[in-house]
């Protein structure tokens, strides 16, 4: 199953909210109606799960990983990303 493709919300400015699994089987992008989940297979330890999350969901956007700002969630499931 591949990740679905997100690129209708790369815009700049766009604020992108999430739920994070973090040492999942694979890491992997679904859509739960509008609710996007991202399981990773890293461990939330030392900022790896986020950065493991920052990696997957630029590329289900098709952007470079260095526009994606976390700005909520640094330690909780529930992140809110801003695409610059």
Not at 14 to 26: D, E, K
Not at 38 to 66: C, F, M, W, Y
């Amino acid at each position: 199953m591949s990740d679905p493709d997100l690129s209708h919300l790369a815009r700049e400015g766009a604020l992108i909210a999430l739920r994070v699994t973090p040492r999942a089987r694979r890491n992997a992008i679904t859509l739960e109606g509008e609710l996007i989940r991202a399981h990773v297979t890293a461990a939330p330890e030392d900022g790896k799960a986020n950065q493991a999350v920052i990696r997957l969901l630029a590329k289900s956007l098709g952007v470079a990983k260095s526009r994606l700002t976390l700005l909520r969630g640094a330690t909780s499931r529930d992140k809110v990303f801003r695409l610059d």
